[in-house]
């Protein structure tokens, strides 16, 4: 932040969705929304703000008018439609714009880029050196790494202490149809499920995949397997946690082969003691110790895979999860875990 600017200011943040608005990002009672501790990250951090005298809401009380006299610092989450209009009401300061999502999911945030360093002081990517998407008219200089932000610090107890686990594999994800092909692993994952489904060693969980009139399985990857994942598919489920911790593995692939794109699926699997059997980000060792996960990448086919990993030992699970919690608990977990008050200047 600008060095001249006054220290006591009013917090401003646009969700990723209106559906958080009247400062429901912050509501850890709604059960629906928070769902499995999603937004425990932003009421920590607006619990810390408060403690430093500071106060956030969500960016509708500013575009509402309600702070127009006031010292106002606004962040984004990935609306796009909102910042030229507090810029030219100078009603705040564009302190950071925030893009969680990969370009496969949300590509028009990539290609505004120029437009977004151009206004805010900083922007926050997976990664700063054009990995999955342009820097083309890009300030570069404004460009800042994203740790993406999770819940808890330690692994979840009750679900990490099960011992009762199925020797198979578990996914978790619901159906979707990529905007963008360029480095999706949706397609990958479906192909690994139908791989694994002639084993008997997967079952899927996840919203949508027996829609098969939806437009998020109107692609080709969906139905050339369609059989095969109806044979698996389990149905949704009301927590991701007690239902991973009921199996030794997770097959865990990141949306996108990005670098840094590193999200909430990898740590999820370490909360509940699940060894993530893991394909996404290039460079996750850089960020994650190799022995918390199965790099997928080691082998040729999911068939090795899972002729591996069938018969690895107990003693051998149990020191990777113990791994797991560990790096949550240390400093490298730290960087993820603290996020948010990193991106806020809300450093202790």
Same mark, same amino acid.
């Given at each position: ?12 943040i646009?969700?990723?969705y209106?559906?958080?608005? @009247?400062d429901r ?6 059960a629906?929304?928070?769902?499995? @501790?999603?937004?425990?990250p ?11 005298g500071?106060?956030i809401q969500?960016?509708d009380f ?9 010292t106002n610092?606004?962040?984004?989450? #990935?609306?796009?439609?909102n ?5 030219s ?8 714009? $925030? ?7 949300a590509?028009?945030?990539y ?9 805010f002081?900083?922007?926050y ?9 342009s820097?083309? @008219?890009v ?10 932000? $999770? ?8 679900f990490?202490n099960?011992?009762e686990r ?16 360029r480095?999706?692993?949706y397609?990958?994952?479906i192909?690994a499920m ?12 996840g919203? #949508?995949w027996h829609?098969?009139w939806s ?9 050339r397997?369609r059989?095969?994942?109806?044979? $698996?598919y389990? #149905?949704a489920?009301p927590? /991701?946690?007690e239902?991973?911790s009921r ?6 692939? +990141? ?6 794109y $590193?999200?909430?699926?990898l740590f ?7 060894i993530?059997l893991?394909? #996404?980000?290039?460079?996750i060792s ?8 199965v790099d997928?990448? /080691? ?10 990993? /069938? ?6 699970i ?9 790096f949550?608990? @240390? +400093?490298?977990g730290?960087?993820f875990?603290?996020?948010?008050e ?5 450093? /202790?």
């Amino acid at each position: 932040m600008s060095a001249n600017l006054p220290q006591t200011r009013n917090l401003f943040i646009d969700p990723p969705y209106r559906d958080y608005y @009247g400062d429901r990002l912050f509501d850890v009672a709604d059960a629906n929304l928070n769902r499995d @501790g999603t937004l425990q990250p932003f009421f920590r951090m607006r619990e810390q703000a408060a403690n430093q005298g500071k106060q956030i809401q969500t960016a509708d009380f500013l575009l509402q008018g309600e702070y127009a006299e006031e010292t106002n610092d606004y962040y984004s989450l #990935g609306l796009l439609d909102n910042f030229k209009k507090v810029a030219s009401e100078k009603c705040a300061y564009l302190a950071a714009f $925030i893009i969680m999502e990969p370009p496969v999911v949300a590509p028009k945030l990539y290609k505004a880029l120029p437009a977004l360093t151009a206004a805010f002081d900083r922007v926050y990517v997976h990664n700063t050196h054009g990995d999955g998407y342009s820097l083309e @008219g890009v300030e570069s200089s404004k460009l800042r790494k994203l740790y993406w932000p $999770i819940p808890f610090s330690n692994v979840l107890e009750t679900f990490w202490n099960n011992q009762e686990r199925l020797q198979r594999v578990v996914v978790i994800n619901g159906n979707h149809n990529p905007r963008s092909r360029r480095g999706e692993l949706y397609s990958t994952r479906i192909e690994a499920m139908a791989s694994l489904a002639k084993f008997g060693a997967v079952d899927l969980f996840g919203r #949508g995949w027996h829609e098969w009139w939806s437009p998020k399985s109107m692609w080709l990857p969906y139905w050339r397997h369609r059989q095969a994942l109806m044979s $698996i598919y389990r #149905g949704a489920c009301p927590s /991701k946690f007690e239902v991973l911790s009921r199996y030794k593995f997770c097959l865990c692939f +990141e949306n996108m082969a990005m670098d840094g794109y $590193i999200t909430e699926k990898l740590f999820d699997c370490l909360y509940t003691g699940t060894i993530p059997l893991y394909l #996404g980000a290039p460079d996750i060792s850089k960020f994650v110790p190799e022995d918390v996960y199965v790099d997928c990448r /080691k082998f040729s086919s999911w068939e090795a895979m899972w002729e591996a990993v /069938k018969v690895m030992s107990e003693d051998q699970i149990e020191e990777m999860r113990l791994t797991g919690r560990d790096f949550l608990a @240390g +400093e490298a977990g730290r960087r993820f875990y603290n996020s948010l008050e990193e991106i806020f200047e809300l450093r /202790k």
